[in-house]
């Protein structure tokens, strides 16, 4: 294994930690497989978002700082959560006396499939995993970290989760009828605006379900959470799972 890939930190978004704990565990195995030596450094906590969203930025100074303190000595950052690296990456407040480290920082944390494609240059990953999946673009890593051509832009499409499931033996990619529309979770935008989040949440149900999708995926538990949640709640038959998880299960 090249030196540069053996000082990784593992960044597990506080929801994630909380509630999809094998998404954690999950990420860790397939970084471990892909030859990644990977540290979970303890004193993370939360990156601020939720509180940066709703309004109070001036009290995410504390987690950023410490977000800083925490991983400021490793090579690389990763985190299987395009929301909250995006966070890190654009949206954190800047602290004085930090540039430096918070320049260097978000240049060096990346969201999981971007750094299996963009920093292991790994094409593909071999593994069987014979079942129809539905990848749910998450809007912050598709339009704010690029994981995905946005149809809006009308630009060559590309997309780095098909990139890696697309050779997985048995797999089947279902090609959804509006393949980047927004979930509608937006984290305190489901809160604030219950109705609207709830039915587009249901329009994305009903893509998936309509064409077909036995297992819905992305990049972000929270979309998936929230989508996850409307269809227990109308007992719709579809199941739910990180991309992380799919490939870590394709490859053992």
Same mark, same amino acid.
């Given at each position: @294994?090249?030196?540069?890939?053996? #000082? ?11 509630? %999809? ?6 990420? /860790? ?10 540290? %979970? ?9 939720? @509180? ?5 930025? &001036? ?9 800083? #303190? ?16 995006? +966070?890190?990456?654009? +949206? ?14 978000? +240049?060096?944390?990346?969201? $999981? ?6 920093? /292991?240059?790994?094409?593909?990953? !071999?593994?069987? %995993? ?21 149809? *809006? ?8 989760? &098909? ?14 009828? !509006? ?25 994305? $149900? ?14 972000? @538990?929270?979309?998936?959470?929230? $989508? ?5 709640? #109308? ?6 799972? +990180?991309?992380? *998880? ?7």
């Amino acid at each position: @294994m090249h030196k540069s890939y053996s #000082n990784i930190a593992l960044f597990i978004p506080c929801y994630v930690d909380l509630f %999809y704990p094998k998404v954690a565990i999950a990420t /860790l195995e397939l970084l471990e497989k892909l030859g990644c030596q990977v540290t %979970y450094p303890l004193a993370q906590t939360c990156c601020g978002q939720p @509180m940066s969203n709703a309004g109070y930025e &001036r009290d995410t100074v504390g987690t950023t700082k410490n977000f800083l #303190n925490t991983f400021k000595d490793f090579d690389y950052i990763v985190a299987p959560s395009g929301s909250c690296v995006l +966070h890190v990456k654009d +949206h954190s407040p800047s602290i004085p006396c930090l540039e430096s480290e918070q320049y260097a920082t978000q +240049h060096k944390i990346y969201e $999981l499939t971007e750094f299996i494609t963009d920093i /292991l240059k790994i094409d593909s990953i !071999r593994g069987i %995993y014979p079942h129809k999946i539905g990848y749910h673009a998450s809007c912050h890593g598709q339009r704010g970290l690029r994981l995905a051509a946005a149809s *809006e832009l009308h630009e060559t499409p590309f997309n780095k989760a &098909r990139q890696l499931l697309q050779q997985l033996e048995g797999l089947e990619w279902v090609e959804l009828t !509006r393949k980047d529309e927004c979930c509608g979770f937006g984290g305190t935008f489901a809160v604030t605006e219950e109705a609207l989040s709830i039915q587009m949440g249901k329009d994305r $149900l009903v893509d998936h379900i309509s064409n077909g999708v036995e297992i819905l995926t992305g990049g972000d @538990m929270s979309c998936i959470m929230h $989508l996850q949640g409307i269809a227990s709640r #109308n007992n719709q038959n579809i199941q739910f799972k +990180h991309i992380a *998880e799919i490939l870590n299960e394709a490859i053992s």
